[in-house]
T-cell receptor, first 109, second 111 residues
Framework: AQRVTQPEKLLSVFKGAPVELKCNYS??????LFWYVQYSRQRLQLLLR??SRESIKGFTADLNKGETSFHLKKPFAQEEDSAMYYC???????????FGTGTRLQVFP | NAGVMQNPRHLVRRRGQEARLRCSPM?????VYWYRQLPEEGLKFMVY????????ESGMPKERFSAEFPKEGPSILRIQQVVRGDSAAYFC?????????FGSGTQLSVL
């Protein structure tokens, strides 16, 4: 069964500290992985996808097939990074996204 | 392009009533997805539709829930005889490919 696990409900850091939001997935094939973000009072939006291999707002995520992980990282957190972050998986050749339960990131000044 | 539009933003129903949630996808998008978010839970896939077709309804409860995406007009998620457990945020998303564009959601409260 396809499943996405985000073990942390809440992650609190101080501004300037490194951030790692964990995401593990369960899927036997070749998945496509995404990170979505929801800032306060805004709609959910795509942050990055693993096939793009790009850095968005300083965030990066590497797909580790051996560990079935897709952790989201940023070396220096900013206050404006405070938001809900959702990891999502799309199985090969489907358009359906399976979401994790989300991690709330709080960045304190 | 106004983005994915959902209405109403908030819907209050008494037990046993019907709830209708509307979603207009972004211009040019012909794929619509409905997700439900219960308190303390993530987004749960419900149904995936294209114009006049249900592609995947594996996440839809077997009873009382239905969805449509007619040739003209918005996609409708319909919940008949609502119960308290249906209280949740319902999100619609549309897509030209794998990237989903989400609406602001409809918060359904069942009294």
């Amino acid at each position: 069964a396809q499943r996405v696990t985000q073990p942390e409900k809440l992650l609190s850091v101080f501004k300037g500290a490194p951030v790692e939001l964990k995401c593990n997935y369960s899927y036997s094939g070749s998945p496509e992985l995404f990170w979505y973000v929801q800032y306060s009072r805004q709609r959910l939006q795509l942050l990055l996808r693993h096939i793009s291999r790009e850095s968005i707002k300083g965030f990066t995520a590497d797909l580790n097939k051996g560990e079935t992980s897709f952790h989201l990282k940023k070396p220096f957190a900013q206050e404006e990074d405070s938001a809900m972050y959702y990891c999502a998986l799309s199985a090969y050749n489907t358009d359906k996204l399976i979401f994790g339960t989300g991690t709330r990131l709080q960045v304190f000044p | 392009n106004a983005g994915v539009m959902q209405n109403p933003r908030h819907l209050v129903r008494r037990r046993g009533q019907e709830a209708r949630l509307r979603c207009s996808p972004m211009k040019g998008h012909s794929h619509v997805y409905w997700y439900r978010q219960l308190p303390e839970e993530g987004l749960k896939f419900m149904v995936y539709l294209q114009k006049e077709n249900i592609i995947d309804e594996s996440g839809m409860p077997k009873e009382r829930f239905s969805a449509e995406f007619p040739k003209e007009g918005p996609s409708i998620l319909r919940i008949q005889q609502v119960v308290r457990g249906d209280s949740a945020a319902y999100f619609c998303a549309s897509s030209p490919d794998r990237e989903l564009f989400f609406g602001s959601g409809t918060q359904l409260s069942v009294l």
